[in-house]
T-cell receptor
Framework: DTEVTQTPKHLVMGMTNKKSLKCEQH?????MYWYKQKAKKPPELMFV???????INESVPSRFSPECPNSSLLNLHLHALQPEDSALYLC??????????????FGPGTRLTVL | KQEVTQIPAALSVPEGENLVLNCSFT??????LQWFRQDPGKGLTSLLL?????REQTSGRLNASLDKSSGRSTLYIAASQPGDSATYLC???????????FGPGTRLSVLP
């Protein structure tokens, strides 16, 4: 099973709402990632979790709050977003064994629209 | 800072042609390079992963090469089909780093 799943597929929220994006993988991967992708642009890294610990935060605004409850799940909590945060949010995972890091597998994404 | 570029930005070819997509990176101290395809509004599908010690990888009609010293990788697609139409992205991972740097992509259209 080389699948990364993401829910929901689509999300529309107001600027005062609180919502969460979810990501799940059952490949035994110990590194999980959140990316943001705007239309016709490449993905931009937001966060990396390694062995359930946050290892990279690419200066993302605090209105985005990641959480890794266990090795298979990754959440992204959203609060007080701005319209410019509308984008495709992608989750990915990869195996990680010491210094060896293998290929990334991506989920289908959540299309977020902030009104 | 690692910068990744891809040429061409867009490509339109008739079905059956062999084609080459190019990816260039500025810092040769990479750990690996991965090629992806992305259909509109969808996630990324991994095509090939090349470790820094490798020169090429093959999967079906796809062949990817890596020349670290010159900072270049190419993706060769043989006998292109309309189903190959998508955006192709290369991503470079620096040594022992956990983050990829993506190129801007090449948008490919294969015409029937």
């Amino acid at each position: 099973d080389t699948e990364v799943t993401q829910t929901p597929k689509h999300l529309v929220m107001g600027m005062t709402n609180k919502k969460s994006l979810k990501c799940e993988q059952h490949m035994g991967h110990r590194a999980m990632y959140w990316y943001k992708q705007k239309a016709k642009k490449p993905p931009e890294l937001m966060f990396v979790y390694s062995y359930e610990k946050l290892s990279i935060n690419e200066s993302v605004p605090s209105r985005f709050s990641p959480e890794c409850p266990n090795s298979s799940l990754l959440n992204l909590h959203l609060h007080a977003l701005q319209p410019e945060d509308s984008a495709l949010y992608l989750c990915a995972s990869s195996q990680e064994q010491g210094a060896r890091i293998d290929e990334q597998f991506f989920g289908p994404g959540t299309r977020l629209t902030v009104l | 800072k690692q910068e990744v570029t891809q040429i061409p930005a867009a490509l339109s070819v008739p079905e059956g042609e062999n084609l080459v997509l190019n990816c260039s990176f500025t810092d040769s101290a990479i750990y690996n390079l991965q090629w992806f395809r992305q259909d509109p509004g969808k996630g990324l599908t991994s095509l090939l992963l090349i470790q820094s010690s490798q020169r090429e990888q093959t999967s079906g009609r796809l062949n990817a090469s890596l020349d670290k010293s010159s900072g270049r990788s190419t993706l060769y697609i043989a006998a292109s089909q309309p189903g190959d139409s998508a955006t192709y992205l290369c991503a470079v991972r620096r040594n022992y780093g956990q983050n990829f740097v993506f190129g801007p992509g090449t948008r490919l259209s294969v015409l029937p």
